[in-house]
C-alpha cells in the first residue's frame, strides 16, 4: 500500500528562523513522484514542486529547499529565514507512475510562523 | 487565461437533499479529480476522471457520485447529504500522468 506520513501536526517558530517539515512516504514501486503543496489561510492548493524517484538531487528556490533521499523514504521541505508568509499548511503528496495522476496526500503539517 | 472553477464556493443543506458541486476547467485536461480536506486526514480522493465518459472510484467514494459528459466539467453528486460529509471540498486537473495537480478554490460544504 501507499502511503505519506507527515509526523509533525503543527510547528510554530519565530520569523527568521529555519524550519525543516518531514515527510515520509511508503511504496513498492520503483517510478513515483512525490511533491509538496502550499495552502495558504485563504485556502487555495499551490503547488510547490514535483520531484520523480530517479532524481535524487536536492532542489532549491529561493528560501525553499528540498531533501530527497530514497534510502529512508524521505522527502523534507525546509525554509531559511522563515517568514509571516509562510504561514500556512504544507501538505506532502506521492503519485505511482500507474495511477495516471492520482496523489495521495499526507495529513499536512501547520506552519505558524511568528513575527 | 486558462483556470479552474468550482461552484457553489459556500453551501448549506440538509440531511438527505441531493447537492450537486460543479467543477469547471479551462485548460483541455484530460484528468480531473475530486478530493475532500478533513482535519486530521488531508485530502482524500473521492472519484476522478481520466476522460469523456470515464469515471473511478477513489479511496472515499461512498455516497458521492460524478459524471464526464465533456471535457471541462466534473460535477460532483451527494446523492443524500449526510453530517458526515460536511468538508471541504476541491476539484483538481493535470494534464500528464503524474503532473502536478491544478486545484480549483475549494467548495466548503455543511450539512445540518
Known amino acids: 500500500a501507499q502511503k505519506v506520513t507527515q509526523a509533525q501536526t503543527e510547528i510554530s517558530v519565530v520569523e527568521k528562523e529555519d524550519v525543516t517539515l518531514d515527510c515520509v512516504y511508503e511504496t513498492r514501486d520503483t517510478t513515483y513522484y512525490l511533491f509538496w503543496y502550499k495552502q495558504p489561510p485563504s485556502g487555495e492548493l499551490v503547488f510547490l514542486i514535483r520531484r520523480n524517484s530517479f532524481d535524487e538531487q536536492n532542489e532549491i528556490s529561493g528560501r525553499y529547499s528540498w531533501n530527497f533521499q530514497k534510502s529512508t523514504s524521505s522527502f523534507n521541505f525546509t525554509i531559511t529565514a522563515s517568514q509571516v508568509v509562510d504561514s500556512a499548511v504544507y501538505f506532502c503528496a506521492l503519485s505511482l507512475s500507474s495511477n495516471t495522476g492520482k496523489l495521495i496526500f499526507g495529513q499536512g503539517t501547520t506552519l505558524q510562523v511568528k513575527p | 487565461d486558462a483556470e479552474i472553477t468550482q461552484s457553489p464556493r459556500h453551501k448549506i443543506t440538509e440531511t438527505g437533499r441531493q447537492v450537486t458541486l460543479a467543477c469547471h476547467q479551462t485548460w483541455n485536461h484530460n484528468n480531473m479529480f475530486w478530493y475532500r480536506q478533513d482535519l486530521g486526514h488531508g485530502l482524500r480522493l473521492i472519484h476522478y476522471s481520466y476522460g469523456v465518459q470515464d469515471t473511478n472510484k477513489g479511496e472515499v467514494s461512498d455516497g458521492y457520485s460524478v459524471s464526464r459528459s465533456n471535457t471541462e466539467d466534473l460535477p460532483l453528486t451527494l446523492e443524500s447529504a449526510a453530517s458526515s460529509q460536511t468538508s471541504v471540498y476541491f476539484c483538481?486537473?493535470?494534464?500528464?500522468?503524474?503532473?502536478?495537480?491544478?486545484f480549483g478554490e475549494g467548495s466548503r460544504l455543511t450539512v445540518l
Open positions: 483538481a486537473s493535470s494534464y500528464r500522468e503524474a503532473g502536478e495537480l491544478f
